[in-house]
């Protein structure tokens, strides 16, 4: 099982990502997928999660404002975040993530050690 996060790279504080999780049909069928964020010295941040049917979606404290807005196409598999007006605080390492008690438990989308299967991390430097 395996997830593949994608699309970091640097940009200036204000400018936008577009980060992409790509995962077997298996993985991402019936589970909730979040995205969490890693920056250096820290724990493993929430950031955003969605429900399989992409009906439902969920924001960490960090990102109100709704900045970030994720999105999913089941058709191929993919979750995507778009992140705007960026700042040098969201730098970090982000990990897209399949949850499969999410289903069934809409708080488990918050819980670091509800996900299944993780991806590789994908870096996003902020600059000032």
């Known amino acids: 099982v395996q997830l593949q996060a994608s699309g970091g790279g640097s940009v200036q504080a204000g400018g936008s990502l577009r980060l992409s999780c790509a995962a077997s049909?298996?993985?991402?069928?019936?589970?909730?997928v979040g995205w969490f964020r890693q920056a250096p010295g820290k724990g493993r941040e929430f950031v955003t999660g969605?429900?399989?049917?992409?009906?439902?979606?969920?924001y960490g404290s960090s990102v109100k404002g709704r900045r970030f807005t994720i999105s999913r196409d089941n058709a191929k598999n993919t979750v995507d975040l778009q992140m705007n007006s960026l700042k040098p605080e969201d730098t970090a390492v982000y990990y897209c993530?399949?949850?499969?008690?999410?289903?069934?438990?809409?708080?488990?989308?918050?819980?670091?050690?509800?996900?299944?299967?993780w991806g590789q991390g994908t870096l996003v430097t902020v600059s000032s």
């Open positions: 969605i429900s399989w049917s992409g009906g439902s979606t969920y």
């Open positions: 993530a399949a949850c499969s008690p999410c289903t069934y438990n809409s708080g488990s989308y918050y819980v670091l050690s509800e996900y299944d299967y």
């Open positions: 049909r298996r993985t991402f069928t019936n589970n909730g």
